[in-house]
Structures are given as structure tokens and as C-alpha cells.
């Protein structure tokens, strides 16, 4: 069996890992995200489905304001705020476990006043003011790889030795998020699938994930509906259809815990928990 690493320690609470991994279900609240943007069109709504995704077992809730499908544009501060915060008040009202997806310090800093416990900056926490917001708000992080924006990252991705590249990133990020006072139980790693790589980039990563979590921290792993999976399905003669492509995402999040991950991220929270319930008792053990 694999050593254990955690508890993550969040805000005001810890989650473990030992006995289960944990699913992060997601609550996109874009008009144009990577595949469910639009979906709620009121705060109600958004809280709503948060509230759904609690019910079938995710153990987090990941609100996100900003989409970072490949090519997506930015947005201002207030419009992120305004989309965000009633939905992270209303889920953490309930004691649900949020997390803001944000890249940006003060969207950070205002979802932590409204009850966030964990801060997911998809741009590995480089910056240094919101470094320095999560430090002080002694909340969870995750820090993401991304080689590159939003924008243009899908444009030319190439790497030496893209999961070695990863890693490294990731450990450098981790030790600058220390030195700003982030405890290093706070920390938890994420390879950034999709972000800056090409499908082949991605299935090295998963492939070899070993390495990345060799690196000791919590590894999360947010693989849901991404476009790599729609490609592998289409190859073999499948519909990439939201169905199929939430079967191959659960596979995908079955095959990352038995890899080492300790957190996947989904939109389809019953499917993936089926699939990493299993791998769960692999890797953890089972008692009936
Ligand atoms: N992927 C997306 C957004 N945020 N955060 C983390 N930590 N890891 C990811 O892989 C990740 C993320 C893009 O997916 P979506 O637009 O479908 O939410």
C-alpha cells in the first residue's frame, strides 16, 4: 500500500486521505467554460448545483468565475466577483467545503471573506500578492502548471521532458509558496492537464504520475471533459458525447489514484466517485 500524505489542511478544516481520495466537483459559473459554461445562469442556480454535487458525495466544491478554455479571453475584477462571491457565500453558508478558482489576489482575498478554504490559482501561485493573501488567510492552495495563457497556450506546447518540466515547476512554486509563510501542509500539487499541452503532453503526465507525486505532496488531478479524452474516444470510432466523455474522464480519474493523486476534479461527481471508489480500494484497502 502507498504511504499516505495529508491530511490537507484548509482554512478551518483538514481532509485525509487515507481511508478515500476526495472529489473536487466543479461549479463553473462562465458563460464559456471548457464544457459547462452557461449552465447556471443565477447565483440560486450555481448554489443549487454546488449543493447537488455535495449530496453525491464531493467532497469539495470548486467555484470558478473566469474560464480558462483554451483561447478564452480575461475578465475584470468585478465581473469575476460579481459572478463569484454570492456562490461561494451561499455554499459555504451550508458548510460546504469550497474552493475559488481564481488566478486573481483580490477575487481570492474577497472569496476567502465569504467562506472559501482553499484558493485553486491555475497560475501556480507566481504571483506574489496572492501568495501573500493566502499566507495570511491561512487557507488550502493548489498550485497549477500552465506553460503559458489562456489565450495562446494550445498554440505550440513543447517540452524536453514535459513531465520533469512539470515536476520541477511545481516544487520550485511549492518552496517560493513556503518562503511567503504557506505551510506546507497547506499545499497541494496539480500537473495542469490541458493547460499548455498537447494531448500526447497530457498521457505522458498521467502515465507518469508517479513522478509528480514523488514530489510528497497531495496531487490533484482535473482531467473532466477535456479534450484529449473526446479525441482518444473519436480515434476509436466512439461519439464524443458528454455521457461517453464522463465514462473515459471517470476511467481517467480511476487510472490518477491508482497513480498516487488524492484529489480529482469533476463535473460529473456520481460517475467519477464509482470509478475512483474502486481505485480507492486498490490502493487503500477495503472494509466491507
Ligand atoms: N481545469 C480547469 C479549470 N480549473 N483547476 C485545477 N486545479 N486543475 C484543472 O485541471 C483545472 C482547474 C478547466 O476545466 P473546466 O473549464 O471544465 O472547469
Known amino acids: 500500500m502507498r504511504p499516505t500524505r495529508g491530511p490537507w489542511r484548509l482554512r478551518d478544516r483538514a481532509l485525509a ?11 463553473n459559473v462562465t458563460p464559456d467554460s471548457f464544457s459547462d459554461g452557461g449552465r447556471h445562469p443565477t447565483p440560486a442556480a450555481a448554489i443549487d448545483h454546488g449543493l447537488r454535487l455535495v449530496e453525491r458525495g464531493a467532497a469539495i466544491v470548486d467555484v470558478g468565475g473566469e474560464s480558462s478554455r483554451p483561447g478564452a479571453a480575461p475578465v475584470t475584477t468585478a465581473e469575476e466577483l460579481r459572478r463569484v ?83 520541477t515547476f511545481l516544487a520550485r512554486q511549492a518552496e517560493v509558496a513556503v518562503a511567503a ?41 482535473g482531467l473532466s471533459r477535456k479534450g484529449f479524452l473526446g479525441a482518444i474516444l473519436e480515434a476509436a470510432g466512439m461519439e464524443p458525447t458528454i455521457s461517453n466523455r464522463d465514462v473515459a474522464s471517470a476511467a481517467g480519474a480511476a487510472a490518477a489514484i491508482l497513480a498516487g493523486a488524492d484529489i480529482v476534479r469533476t463535473h460529473d461527481v456520481v460517475t467519477t466517485r464509482a470509478a475512483t471508489t474502486v481505485a480507492d480500494a486498490i490502493v487503500r484497502g477495503w472494509n466491507r
Open 17 to 27: 486521505f487515507d481511508a478515500s481520495s476526495a472529489v473536487m466537483g466543479i461549479v
Open 181 to 221: 509563510g504557506i505551510a506546507p501542509e497547506r499545499i497541494v500539487v496539480d500537473p495542469g492537464i490541458g493547460f499548455g499541452k498537447t494531448f500526447a503532453h497530457n498521457l505522458l503526465l498521467l502515465g507518469e504520475l508517479d513522478r509528480i507525486v514523488a514530489l510528497g505532496f497531495p496531487v490533484l488531478v
Open 85 to 167: 462571491l454570492p456562490v461561494v457565500e451561499g455554499l459555504a453558508a451550508t458548510g460546504a467545503v469550497v474552493s475559488i478558482d481564481t488566478a486573481k489576489p483580490d477575487v481570492a482575498a474577497a472569496a476567502i471573506d465569504a467562506g472559501a478554504q482553499i484558493v485553486n490559482d491555475i497560475t501556480g501561485l507566481t504571483s506574489p500578492r496572492m501568495r501573500q493573501v493566502c499566507a495570511r488567510a491561512g487557507v488550502g492552495v493548489v498550485i497549477m502548471h500552465m506553460r503559458g495563457e489562456p489565450a495562446t497556450m494550445q498554440e505550440h506546447p513543447t517540452y524536453d521532458d514535459v513531465v520533469g518540466e512539470v515536476a
